[in-house]
């Protein structure tokens, strides 16, 4: 009955992705048997509790992926291997998986919860290409996960970097098109910066291929009830917080314009 | 058999049938307001809105108990003046709404109603309890002058209908209830949440950051049943019922003890918005079998015995 409560986890292993990256798993039944896109609240006691993608959704082991920004986060960063933290969930919609020709396309930690869609559509044999952006390569993680994924199935693997360091020079969103022109695609799976999110959308949408995005809003109670989530008529905890095309086309004129802080006052998303 | 009438009309707010949102739920954006009405609710009430923003507290800000659930967001809100624009940014006109207001001072209270009223808004629900607020909420609604002030101020600024939320988290409800009365009420709302705690026994922490929450759900409901009860034998002004509905059973169970109107909340969060239209079917069909034509004819039957 009462499933809305933190349980204690332990860590099992502390993995560095990055120098401010870092995966943490951990095992507990029911992240084992999430979906992919779905999320738990997580609670570091006596700091805060916090929504985080499930990046790793495995029989035995389940993980969230941390980069070390807020007070809560670095605290999370910093427990090691052995430490415990407090979960509840999972929670949200979580994508829906295709067998077909797909495209991925993501940035920086936003990567989390394709991780684990993309190694299910690679053991259904789909036809996958990735696209993982960043600003520089010493940002980029996931890359040898994901190599490791797509290596199983018909796939392809395009990394962007702003400064050029690694892979195309540019954003992630300027390697969509080449690709849907060469090749019929049958939906995109977005997950990273809202604007670059929206972009993905805007190109999809003109060349008639449907998205699933991942969205992010502040989240306080993770059920659907307090409100803090909400981005048109929707709530990113409940209904999302995967929206597809039809509900991103419904929550428009916020989707990658503004989002809410945690008093409810609407921030504008910079364009820079 | 006719079609039962499931509309009411409380001090000259009138809403289509007897169930609203009640007031922290979903209630910081319009378009979560409106999904709650288009999904069936007679009226719709905003989370507490304040003076200044508030972030509120860290979370976590809710916990799930046997029967319920826990929770201490602490009055978060966008102030009055963001609240303002958000309105105006929307059309309003065909929603019942009602803004709900939280504030430690009676003109605090009036500048907030100076602002809103202009806007087409039908209705406010003072938040005289929110019980894990100091300086708000509870601290104000048992203090006698405090509500008097407080009430007398808003209907001096505003001809809209004034609803009281009260908390049971007090001596004497009852007496409560008869100063809003007198103070210029039109209606009360009982009861909100009710002062708790949940502790993990693996880190021996309080789970809540706050500690302490307000307690919500059907753990809560034979106390809101109970106030009800008390304070609608003494008042004439008429009850809204809230605390633990979670179905059509619930909802005239509050009718029966005087309530006109119920509130929703916490059952979103077991069975989301949808609720709101099975609920008013239920209601609709105990009047048919009970051959009652209205609401309004079962509100306080309890009494009788």
Same mark, same amino acid.
Request: hydrophobic share 40%; proline share 5%.
């Given at each position: 009955?009462?499933?809305?409560?933190?349980?204690?986890?332990?860590?099992?292993?502390?993995?560095?992705?990055?120098?401010?990256?870092?995966?943490?798993?951990?095992?507990?039944?029911?992240?084992?048997?999430?979906?992919?896109?779905?999320?738990?609240?997580?609670?570091?006691?006596?700091?805060?509790?916090?929504?985080?993608?499930?990046?790793?959704?495995?029989?035995?082991?389940?993980?969230?992926?941390?980069?070390?920004?807020?007070?809560?986060?670095?605290?999370?960063?910093?427990?090691?291997?052995?430490?415990?933290?407090?979960?509840?969930?999972?929670?949200?919609?979580?994508?829906?998986?295709?067998?077909?020709?797909?495209?991925?396309?993501?940035?920086?930690?936003?990567?989390?919860?394709?991780?684990?869609?993309?190694?299910?559509?690679?053991?259904?044999?789909?036809?996958?290409?990735?696209?993982?952006?960043?600003?520089?390569?010493?940002?980029?993680?996931?890359?040898?996960?994901?190599?490791?994924?797509?290596?199983?199935?018909?796939?392809?693997?395009?990394?962007?970097?702003?400064?050029?360091?690694?892979?195309?020079?540019?954003?992630?969103?300027?390697?969509?098109?080449?690709?849907?022109?060469?090749?019929?695609?049958?939906?995109?799976?977005?997950?990273?910066?809202?604007?670059?999110?929206?972009?993905?959308?805007?190109?999809?949408?003109?060349?008639?291929?449907?998205?699933?995005?991942?969205?992010?809003?502040?989240?306080?109670?993770?059920?659907?009830?307090?409100?803090?989530?909400?981005?048109?008529?929707?709530?990113?905890?409940?209904?999302?917080?995967?929206?597809?095309?039809?509900?991103?086309?419904?929550?428009?004129?916020?989707?990658?314009?503004?989002?809410?802080?945690?008093?409810?006052?609407?921030?504008?998303?910079?364009?820079? | 058999?006719? =079609?039962?009438?499931?509309?009411?009309?409380?001090?000259?707010?009138?809403?289509?049938?007897?169930?609203?949102?009640?007031?922290?739920?979903?209630?910081?954006?319009?378009?979560?307001?409106?999904?709650?009405?288009?999904?069936?609710?007679?009226?719709?009430?905003?989370?507490?809105?304040?003076? =200044?923003?508030?972030?509120?507290?860290?979370?976590?800000?809710?916990?799930?108990?046997?029967?319920?659930?826990?929770?201490?967001?602490?009055?978060?809100?966008?102030?009055?003046?963001?609240?303002?624009?958000?309105?105006?940014?929307?059309?309003?006109?065909?929603?019942?709404?009602?803004?709900?207001?939280?504030?430690?001072?009676?003109?605090?209270?009036?500048?907030?109603?100076?602002?809103?009223?202009?806007?087409?808004?039908?209705?406010?629900?003072?938040?005289?309890?929110?019980?894990?607020?100091?300086?708000?909420?509870? =601290?104000?609604?048992?203090?006698?002058?405090?509500?008097?002030?407080?009430?007398?101020?808003?209907?001096?600024?505003?001809?809209?209908?004034?609803?009281?939320?009260?908390?049971?988290?007090?001596?004497?409800?009852?007496?409560?209830?008869?100063?809003?009365?007198?103070?210029?009420?039109?209606?009360?709302?009982?009861?909100?949440?009710?002062?708790?705690?949940?502790?993990?026994?693996?880190?021996?922490?309080?789970?809540?950051?706050?500690?302490?929450?307000?307690?919500?759900?059907?753990?809560?409901?034979?106390?809101?049943?109970?106030?009800?009860?008390?304070?609608?034998?003494?008042?004439?002004?008429?009850?809204?019922?809230?605390?633990?509905?979670?179905?059509?059973?619930?909802?005239?169970?509050?009718?029966?003890?005087?309530?006109?109107?119920?509130?929703?909340?916490?059952?979103?969060?077991?069975?989301?918005?949808?609720?709101?239209?099975?609920?008013?079917?239920?209601?609709?069909?105990?009047?048919?079998?009970?051959?009652?034509?209205?609401?309004?004819?079962?509100?306080?039957?309890?009494?009788?015995?």
């Amino acid at each position: 009955m009462t499933s809305n409560r933190p349980r204690i986890v332990r860590l099992v292993d502390v993995k560095d992705e990055s120098s401010t990256v870092r995966t943490m798993t951990f095992r507990d039944d029911l992240c084992s048997k999430a979906k992919p896109g779905q999320f738990i609240m997580v609670w570091i006691p006596g700091v805060d509790e916090i929504p985080m993608s499930i990046s790793v959704i495995k029989e035995d082991l389940a993980g969230l992926t941390v980069r070390e920004v807020g007070e809560a986060s670095k605290t999370l960063f910093d427990i090691k291997a052995g430490g415990t933290i407090g979960i509840r969930g999972p929670y949200g919609n979580g994508f829906t998986p295709i067998i077909g020709k797909v495209m991925i396309i993501g940035a920086g930690t936003g990567l989390a919860p394709l991780m684990p869609l993309t190694e299910i559509l690679a053991e259904r044999s789909a036809s996958i290409d990735m696209i993982i952006g960043g600003k520089t390569i010493d940002e980029f993680v996931f890359v040898d996960r994901a190599k490791r994924a797509l290596f199983k199935t018909k796939s392809r693997l395009v990394t962007t970097t702003e400064d050029g360091s690694h892979g195309i020079r540019g954003l992630a969103t300027d390697a969509i098109l080449p690709i849907l022109r060469e090749k019929s695609t049958d939906i995109i799976y977005t997950c990273g910066p809202e604007l670059m999110m929206r972009k993905v959308f805007s190109i999809a949408q003109e060349s008639g291929v449907p998205v699933q995005a991942s969205l992010e809003r502040v989240m306080k109670c993770g059920i659907g009830i307090c409100g803090s989530c909400c981005i048109g008529k929707y709530r990113a905890c409940k209904d999302g917080p995967v929206f597809d095309s039809p509900k991103l086309e419904e929550v428009k004129d916020e989707f990658g314009a503004f989002r809410r802080d945690h008093s409810g006052r609407i921030i504008k998303l910079s364009t820079n | 058999m006719e =079609e039962p009438n499931l509309s009411v009309e409380i001090s000259g707010f009138r809403m289509k049938n007897p169930l609203m949102l009640a007031s922290g739920v979903l209630g910081i954006s319009i378009g979560s307001l409106r999904r709650v009405h288009e999904a069936g609710a007679g009226a719709v009430v905003t989370k507490s809105i304040g003076y =200044e923003p508030r972030v509120g507290y860290d979370n976590p800000t809710l916990v799930e108990v046997h029967g319920g659930y826990l929770n201490a967001i602490g009055l978060s809100n966008p102030g009055v003046k963001e609240f303002c624009k958000e309105l105006s940014r929307s059309k309003i006109d065909d929603l019942p709404l009602v803004v709900s207001l939280f504030g430690a001072e009676p003109s605090e209270f009036k500048d907030m109603v100076s602002m809103l009223d202009g806007l087409k808004i039908k209705a406010y629900e003072l938040n005289l309890s929110c019980p894990h607020v100091k300086g708000f909420g509870v =601290e104000v609604g048992q203090d006698s002058r405090a509500i008097r002030e407080i009430v007398e101020a808003v209907k001096e600024e505003s001809g809209k209908t004034l609803f009281v939320k009260l908390s049971p988290n007090v001596t004497d409800m009852v007496k409560i209830a008869k100063v809003a009365e007198d103070a210029g009420a039109d209606a009360l709302t009982l009861i909100n949440t009710i002062r708790a705690m949940s502790i993990d026994t693996e880190t021996f922490r309080p789970i809540l950051a706050n500690k302490v929450g307000g307690l919500s759900g059907p753990a809560i409901k034979p106390i809101a049943i109970r106030c009800v009860y008390e304070v609608s034998k003494a008042v004439k002004i008429p009850i809204i019922g809230c605390g633990g509905v979670v179905d059509w059973q619930d909802a005239i169970e509050f009718f029966l003890a005087g309530a006109q109107a119920v509130q929703l909340g916490t059952v979103i969060a077991y069975r989301g918005p949808d609720i709101f239209e099975e609920i008013k079917r239920g209601i609709r069909n105990y009047l048919i079998t009970k051959g009652r034509k209205s609401v309004r004819e079962i509100v306080g039957l309890a009494h009788d015995f």
